[in-house]
């Protein structure tokens, strides 16, 4: 998943409701730092929330390792625009500030295979 928006809008925010939703990890820290932090996630897998902010090369990029062993990750990444061309079809949320400090704007692109399940839900029909 690629998020993008302004600094402060609530990237890291919501990766980390994502990541408490779906792991028994309660405590999710800002990759700010790190880059990159990891969460066990089922039998074998991970998922890895990257913040790509201060990441200027794919030099950098093959460095983290976040393209290794690929599909056994779930990827949350902020600021991705190194990995556009690496990646192919990410689920693409852009997060706005709204009219107010408390309001956000969310534009959520998925790709076709997943648009499709959706059309074909019963709630759809």
Known sequence: ??????????????????????????????????????????????IWHCDLYRINSNDEILELGILDNFNKKILLIEWPSLLESQIDNPIIFKIDFGKTK????????????IKRRFINLDIFK
Not at 5 to 10: A, E, H, P, Q
Not at 17 to 30: F, L, R, Y
């Open 102 to 113: 408390y309001e956000r704007n969310v534009t959520i692109n998925l790709p076709a295979y």
């Open 1 to 46: 998943m690629f998020l993008y928006g302004d600094l402060g809008v609530g990237k890291t925010f919501f990766c980390q409701q994502i990541i408490k939703s779906i792991t028994d990890v309660n405590i999710v820290s800002s990759p700010t730092y790190n880059i990159v932090n990891t969460y066990p996630y089922k039998k074998n897998a991970e």
